[in-house]
Structures are given as structure tokens and as C-alpha cells.
């Protein structure tokens, strides 16, 4: 057990639709990041925020968008839903010291399919 | 901009023996680099890091190498087994103030008994 909790684990929907994911980072971590993995598909990075502010972005379309709020917990939303979307959505999370060296810690993921 | 490169999608080795995973990068220069394996269907989870200045690092049946002039990293599993199947992934830190981890795309191991 990682201590990274993703909600729901298993979300079906329907094209054009909007959901929200959640995640809730290890105790002490300060950053939390977003990735989907498409089936047999590398991991792509789509966001990452740090104490409440977005760090880094990846490729992240303008449909999705991602907040962390003042208790570090995180959420994803993914709207206008197409099939494409279909995937495994993971967040991870890090002590991100500066200057450091960090580990990301993965959660255990949301499958979301869009039908 | 960087690249990763791991050797193949898929490398199936008998129990027992010595798996061999490999790392190439390209335009880049990491200060470390990870190792993180990956079941179906679940988060990958934290194997190794080595630095630029360590040659070599142990953990168990686990060995890595780290080749900063051919920008390779090596990663071994030795005396394999069945529950070692999966996929491992190497990972980097980007260059530039920007802190998340690029991973390759992976090698999927399978270990036949």
C-alpha cells in the first residue's frame, strides 16, 4: 500500500459527459501528480501541482483540468468525454524536496470508460 | 529534447535465470535514474534510484547499472521467478527547473516456469 487513495477505482460513462476524480497524496507530501495510461500504453504525464499551485504540465488537453486544495488532496475533471478518453488515470505523489532527489508514490489508479 | 529508450516491449526468460533490462537516453544528462515496476492494472511502484556518481546499486536480487558516458542503465534480476513478471520501467528527472519524472514506456518481463 502505497498511502496515495484514488476514488472511485471504476467509473462508466457516456460520451460528452464530465467526471471528476480525486486523490488524496501520502501524509506529508506536498506534491501530486496526474497521469493516463491508455491500454498498453506508457504512462502519460498530464499534470502536477505543488502545495496548492500547478508545477508543471504535460499533456494535458484543455478539456481536463486539475486543482489541489489546502488539505493537498487533488481532483481531476475531465469533461466532454469521447471514447479516446478510456483509460487508466493515476496520481502520484512526492515529498518534492528542493534541490532533492524525489520518488513518486502511485495510487491505485481509476479506470474510467466512456461508452 | 530527451528521449528514453527501453530495449524491447517484451523479453520472456526461463526461472531461474538472469533477466536482463535495458535503458538508453538520449540528449540528456540525469543526475539519477529510477526503476519502478508495474502489474496490470496497477500504479507502478518504486524498485531503485541510482545516482550519476554510483556505478552500481544492490537490492536483494536486484542489481542496476548506470552508464552515464554510454547513457544506459542496466537492470538485472537474478535467480528469477514467475511473480518477478511485469512490466519495469526506467524513469528520469527532466532537465530544466520543471521536477516530474519521464518514463520509458517499459519492458514487459515474463518469467516461465
Known amino acids: 500500500d502505497s498511502g496515495v487513495t484514488q476514488t472511485p477505482k471504476h467509473l462508466i460513462t457516456a460520451t460528452g459527459q464530465r467526471v471528476t476524480l480525486r486523490c488524496s497524496p501520502r501524509?506529508?507530501?506536498?506534491?501530486v501528480y496526474w497521469y493516463q495510461q491508455s491500454l498498453d500504453q506508457g504512462l502519460q504525464f498530464l499534470i502536477q501541482y505543488y502545495n496548492g499551485e500547478e508545477r508543471a504540465k504535460g499533456n494535458i488537453l484543455e478539456r481536463f483540468s486539475a486543482q489541489q486544495f489546502p488539505d493537498l488532496h487533488s481532483e481531476l475533471n475531465l469533461s466532454s468525454l469521447e471514447l479516446g478518453d478510456s483509460a487508466l488515470y493515476f496520481c502520484?505523489?512526492?515529498?518534492?524536496?528542493?534541490?532533492?532527489?524525489?520518488?513518486?508514490?502511485f495510487g491505485p489508479g481509476t479506470r474510467l470508460t466512456v461508452l | 529534447s530527451q528521449k528514453i529508450e527501453q530495449n524491447s516491449e517484451a523479453l520472456n526468460i526461463q526461472e531461474g535465470k538472469t533477466a536482463t533490462l535495458t535503458c538508453n537516453y538520449t540528449?540528456?544528462?540525469?543526475?539519477?535514474l529510477q526503476w519502478y515496476r508495474q502489474d496490470p492494472g496497477r500504479g507502478p511502484v518504486f524498485l531503485l534510484l541510482?545516482?550519476?556518481?554510483?556505478k552500481e546499486k544492490r537490492k536483494e536480487r536486484l542489481k542496476v547499472t548506470f552508464d552515464t558516458t554510454l547513457k544506459q542503465s542496466l537492470f538485472h534480476i537474478t535467480a528469477s521467478q514467475p511473480a518477478d513478471s511485469a512490466t519495469y520501467l526506467c524513469a528520469l528527472p527532466p532537465s530544466g527547473s520543471a521536477r516530474q519524472l519521464t518514463f520509458g514506456s517499459g519492458t514487459q518481463l515474463t518469467v516461465l516456469p
Open positions: 502520484a505523489s512526492s515529498v518534492d524536496r528542493t534541490g532533492g532527489v524525489d520518488t513518486q508514490y
Open positions: 501524509s506529508g507530501d506536498l506534491s
Open positions: 541510482i545516482r550519476e556518481n554510483e
Open positions: 540528449n540528456y544528462s540525469p543526475a539519477y
